[in-house]
């Protein structure tokens, strides 16, 4: 299994407090993306990163932020979260080459706001 | 924008029965990924298809690409239980920069 961790795995906040989750790598993949998992939407891609201090925005990046110092560390910030980021959030890593584009994810971190 | 849509959302069915689940677009697409997801795990990548018409088979499951690259199958042979999971297509964009799209998944319960 690749060496993806996610802290926390369950949170509940309140509505207009920060957030910050994190992902851990041990793979020095140089790709790390956030998604979220919503019932009838699949994964929706909200930021992703493709080197240190290197990121983009996804399709559902509004209300979320990113900061990648590290390259095994890729936090996720909701800078004052709202009920409808009750969500289950996954990041996943990867390491694109002419024959591999494999995305290993990590466990998800189960998230409720109140 | 490029959308993947799959189908069956829900799938239901006996062990030992054949199903088959599609993934579809009306964008062409360089490749596209089949994962499965396990209930409280992250997805799990089963198969890359890369050329038109390319089939891939993984024991019991069979994996297409169609002709145009607009669209994808999963077909599974004589289901198991341990089948039982939610199945999610996945397309890198046009853009080139390694980001993915999802479809929105079939779940698949497999009953003993």
């Known amino acids: 299994d690749a060496g993806i961790t996610q802290s926390p795995r369950h949170k509940v906040t309140e509505t207009g407090t920060p957030v910050t989750l994190r992902c851990h790598q041990t793979e020095n993949h140089r790709y790390m993306y956030w998604y979220r998992q919503d019932p009838g939407h699949g994964l929706r891609l909200i930021h992703y990163s493709y080197g240190v201090k290197d990121t983009d925005k996804g399709e559902v990046s509004d209300g979320y932020s990113v900061s990648r110092s590290k390259t095994e560390d890729f936090l996720l910030t909701l800078e004052s979260a709202t009920s409808s980021q009750t969500s289950v959030y996954f990041c996943?890593?990867?390491?694109?080459?002419?024959?591999?584009?494999?995305?290993?994810f990590g466990p998800g971190t189960r998230l409720t706001v109140l | 924008t490029q959308l993947l849509e799959q189908s069956p959302q829900f799938l239901s069915i006996q062990e030992g029965e054949n199903l088959t689940v599609y993934c579809n677009s009306s964008s062409v697409f360089s490749s596209l990924q089949w994962y499965r997801q396990e209930p409280g795990e992250g997805p799990v990548l089963l198969v890359t298809?890369?050329?038109?018409?390319e089939v891939k088979k993984l024991k019991r499951l069979t994996f297409q690409f169609g002709d145009a690259r607009k669209d994808s199958s999963l077909h599974i042979t004589a289901a198991q239980p341990g089948d039982t999971g939610l199945y999610l297509c996945?397309?890198?964009?046009?853009?080139?920069?390694?980001?993915?799209?999802f479809g929105t998944g079939t779940r698949l319960k497999v009953l003993a």
């Open positions: 298809v890369v050329t038109g018409g």
């Open positions: 996945a397309g890198p964009t046009s853009s080139g920069t390694y980001k993915y799209i």
């Open positions: 996943a890593i990867s390491e694109p080459g002419p024959s591999t584009d494999t995305q290993y």
